[in-house]
């Protein structure tokens, strides 16, 4: 059965291969079958094919092959033969009847097409179907992970299995599976050449990881100052003052008075009255019981830069050592971490504090030392001895190792303990320091 | 003796009252004058032990108290002043924020005006960057880890958990385009929470791939990276897949879920009341033990502490759902650059004390490097290390993000997770080095622990760089 036809210079048959008579080739040109059929740019027809126009209705027919006896229809011509078969048709219908076939093009019936013109005419049925369906049809299948719609199966499938799977991407957001294609597309990429100049006003910094260019800013080679934490006996006055750009304010030498002894503070404790200093109800007895560890250690590390942070916290906990309660800061040294080079005094007073209620202890080495203004010196006194030695802190966590076979302290102890003073900390940075 | 003097005083007033005693004297004009004659180290020592006086008070709830030491505190911290003023001013906040967290309510009105600058943000953290070595020397390490895993890969695939420092990748492009085998088709995908900072990123990253005419391809992902759909990483078969992670996982251990979660914010109040008794009552010896047991450095067995079981139990849901959807991925290679310090602990206490420590290096580090007067470390100090000391501090819970722990458990959680560790190759320790002593600092240190890196300041660890592939 054949729709309608349009007008046009040969037969409108379509279907099988029922016509006998066929339209005896004409054109005695028809192409030889060649090895490898070359495939011409679409819409570029072979100019002696037969050109068949379709109607819409009968090109989007799935079943364009039907038996002519029982009406059935096929989509494929060889189901129909097989078909056919069933027929028990005279033998000579069974056989192709014409050795040589036309080659047949087809148009578009869609007017506004540009292969509507028999001139861009495609060559295959099948060619033309989807055509007419990508160009000219619903789209009814969709793409599940993003939003692009297909009017052919075929081609909803083979995006299915490449969507999301996309290699390259552009700037401007634009999807590439194909390497040229993405390369090709940069090149002229109008988002690249946007220059987004926005944001921080600190210039990035190009740095080139590799040794042989290790290009820091000349401003960060300034900023390597080395200020020694307080301590380190080289540095004092040891302002890296000259040549070097943003210097770090270093608190004024003064701070410790004009002593280089470290801590320096002892000296102005000795030297200056300061009876506002510390608490005042006991101004004096604070210092001469070394809150601040022992007054009298000598232990010479020159400073007048202020104390670094970590200096601060080692001696604080060393500190406790030198109070008659232990227990606050002392205690710490009952939990002498493994060895490490970091101090562990301060460390282990850290510790402790942090399971000790701070405030009851605190207040009660305070309140001891308050109460001991002047003239009680038991253990303040004590305190105040100066072994020196820089091999304190392991001599320190031996004994408190120790401690943990419930000995209390002995004011003895407490002599070794006390004369740790600030230089020890120190002495930890100094050993660790190179 | 001395244990007379302990008995004696477990009674005795408390050190505030002294203070308040000394406010009555009449010589005294202004409350606290003799604050102000205090020398610089002295006033240090004094500032810490105030500070751990008013952390004290917080943990038990006695706000008076706290109240009045943080008092005492501003008098002599201060932002601008040396190190130990700065880090008390941050620490104060930070105190006082928690305190404030007791009040929901007025919390939130204090904070709703607040206006956090995108601009700003990127701004610290790229100085940060500059003014500071440690992230550079971790960028060097974790390239050289993955120049040296990506040898003979034609595709590799980078993804930068947090994508906010172009020159990390920038330094890569330029030493993968110098391959003597010519250079890999590279992919990095990069997530951020801000848009803007990876439309930079990814404008600079392509614009220095082309210079080099090295095939690139720069993969936005913006979001969070709690949120992150590992699904949108796009990761690919026949790639080598690369993971970059400074100082982003230690967030995935925060959460609501924690064994001894206090009621309040306030802090343990029957933990730390639990151990006064203990401390007063016991001789100095068992005190001794008491406190072996307590130890900081992040090996704290005590069992009230989450970091005490080599990994929590808890809180540790996120992290091992992402550590899987990690593995999930087989990278070729992971590097992941974390704090290497424990401020994880579950008391207020162990977290101040610990972070006193680390922020005190750093604190130091930066007084040592940058001009006081620096506006920039200003900046450094109070937008990134104070916010981190603030929720070190005041926040708990699902809002503590600032989890820190010592790389010995970051090699136990990534062991567990299925990776196995890569050493740091010698070649890559030798750049970092040279790095370190291009900033002409002594403080910096470095040193090598199990294959992996450690950055320190003087003697304190700050920051661990260790490299991981996926175990199958």
């Known amino acids: 059965m054949s729709g309608e036809a349009f007008s046009i210079p040969s037969s409108a048959l379509i279907g099988g291969f029922i016509q006998d008579q066929n339209n005896a080739n004409p054109n005695p040109r028809a192409n030889p079958n060649p090895v490898k059929k070359k495939r011409n740019l679409p819409g570029t027809p072979d100019p002696d094919a037969e050109v068949i126009a379709l109607s819409p209705k009968t090109l989007m027919a799935t079943n364009r092959f039907v038996c002519e006896i029982c009406k059935k229809g096929f989509q494929r011509d060889q189901n129909l033969q097989l078909h056919r078969r069933g027929h028990n048709l005279p033998w000579k219908l069974r056989q192709r009847t014409n050795k040589e076939v036309r080659k047949k093009v087809y148009i578009c ?29 619903e789209k009814k299948w969709k793409c599940e992970k993003c939003s692009k719609k297909y009017a052919v199966q075929s081609d909803w499938k083979a995006h299915s299995k490449t969507c999301g799977t996309r290699e390259y991407k552009c700037d401007c957001g634009t999807l590439f599976s194909r390497k040229d294609s993405f390369i090709t597309h940069r090149a002229f990429c109008d988002a690249l050449a946007e220059e987004s100049a926005r944001l921080t006003s600190v210039a990035p910094t190009t740095l080139n990881f590799r040794n042989d260019a290790m290009n820091l800013p ?15 006996p080289q ?13 770090v304010q270093m608190a004024p030498a003064n701070l410790f008075g004009s002593s280089s002894h470290f801590p320096g503070f002892e000296n102005s404790v000795a030297t200056s009255s300061n009876p506002n200093l510390s608490l005042s109800p006991l101004p004096q007895g604070l210092k001469e019981e070394g809150f601040y560890s022992d007054s009298q250690n000598e232990q010479s590390n020159p400073t007048a830069s202020p104390m670094s942070a970590t200096a601060l916290l080692q001696k604080a906990a060393q500190m406790g050592s030198t109070r008659s309660n232990p227990s606050f800061f002392g205690n710490s040294f009952g939990v002498m971490s493994s060895a490490s080079s970091s101090s562990p005094t301060a460390t282990n007073f850290m510790a402790s504090s942090s399971n000790v209620s701070m405030s009851a202890t605190a207040s009660n080495n305070l309140d001891k030392l308050m109460l001991q203004t002047g003239g009680k010196q038991g253990d303040p006194s004590q305190l105040n001895i100066h072994p020196g030695s820089n091999s304190f802190d392991q001599s320190l966590t031996r004994d408190f190792l120790g401690m943990s076979n419930a000995r209390p302290f002995l004011p003895q102890e407490l002599v070794k303990y006390a004369s740790v003073g600030s230089t020890m900390g120190l002495s930890q940075f100094t050993s660790s320091n190179h | 003796m001395f244990q007379d003097e302990s008995s004696s005083v477990t009674s005795s007033s408390s050190p505030l009252q002294v203070f308040s005693m000394m406010s009555l004297s009449p010589n005294l004009g202004s409350p606290y004058p003799w604050l102000r004659e205090l020398k610089s180290e002295e006033r240090g020592l004094y500032l810490i032990h105030l500070l751990l006086t008013c952390a004290n008070h917080v943990a038990n709830g006695s706000l008076e108290n706290a109240n009045i030491a943080l008092e005492q505190i501003s008098q002599l911290a201060s932002p601008d002043g040396d190190t130990m003023q700065r880090m008390a001013a941050y620490f104060t906040e930070a105190l006082a924020d928690r305190i404030l967290k007791a009040w929901p309510g007025l919390h939130k009105a204090l904070n709703s005006t607040r206006i956090t600058l995108v601009s700003e943000e990127i701004l610290v953290r790229k100085l940060f960057f500059e003014l500071f070595p440690f992230l550079k020397v971790a960028f060097v390490l ?3 880890a993955v120049i040296e895993a990506m040898e003979g890969e034609k595709m590799v695939h980078i993804i930068d958990l947090n994508a906010a420092e172009p020159a990390q990748w920038v330094a890569l492009i330029q030493a993968l385009s110098a391959r003597p085998e010519g250079p890999p088709h590279l992919r990095i995908t990069g997530i951020h929470q801000q848009k803007e900072v990876l439309d930079q990123m990814a404008h600079r990253l392509t614009e220095e791939a082309e210079k080099l005419d090295l095939p690139f391809q720069f993969n936005p992902v913006v979001s969070k990276l709690e949120n992150l759909d590992v699904e949108k990483l796009r990761v690919k078969t026949g790639e080598a897949l690369a993971i970059s992670s400074v100082l982003q996982l230690h967030s995935f251990l925060a959460s609501d879920d924690e064994p001894h979660r206090k009621k309040s914010p306030l802090g343990s109040k029957n933990l730390n009341g639990i151990h006064l008794q203990r401390a007063l009552q016991m001789n100095q010896g068992t005190f001794g033990e008491l406190l072996e047991k307590d130890t900081v450095n992040g090996y704290s067995p005590s069992p009230d502490s989450t970091s005490s079981s080599p990994l929590s139990s808890t809180g540790s849901v996120k992290m091992d759902s992402f550590l899987n959807a990690l593995w999930g991925l087989s990278p070729k290679l992971m590097v992941v650059t974390e704090q290497d310090s424990n401020h994880n602990g579950s008391t207020l206490m162990e977290r101040l004390l610990e972070s006193l420590y680390s922020y005190a290096a750093l604190f130091d580090c930066s007084e040592s490097t940058v001009s006081r007067t620096s506006l920039e470390r200003l900046k450094v100090e109070k937008m990134l290390f104070g916010e981190e000391i603030k929720n070190i501090i005041a926040c708990e819970g699902a809002e503590r993000k600032e989890r820190h722990e010592k790389l010995e458990k970051w090699i136990q959680r990534l062991d567990l997770a299925g990776f196995g560790n890569v050493p740091l190759s010698y070649y890559g320790m030798l750049h970092a080095r040279r790095l370190l002593q291009g900033y002409n600092c002594d403080g910096y240190k470095m040193k090598e622990e199990n294959g992996c890196v450690v950055i320190c300041w003087q003697d304190r660890p700050l920051f661990s760089v260790s490299a991981w592939r996926c175990r199958k």
């Open chain 1, 109 to 137: 019936p869609e007017k506004t097409c540009v292969h509507h013109d028999p001139c861009r005419a495609l060559g295959d049925l099948t060619g033309i179907k989807k055509h007419y369906s990508r160009k000219h049809g």
């Open chain 1, 218 to 232: 000349h401003g960060f080679t300034g900023n390597g100052i080395p200020q020694f934490p307080s301590g380190f």
């Open chain 1, 235 to 247: 540095d004092f006055p040891g302002m890296p003052a000259a040549g070097l750009p943003d210097m």
């Open chain 2, 142 to 144: 974790t390239n050289q």
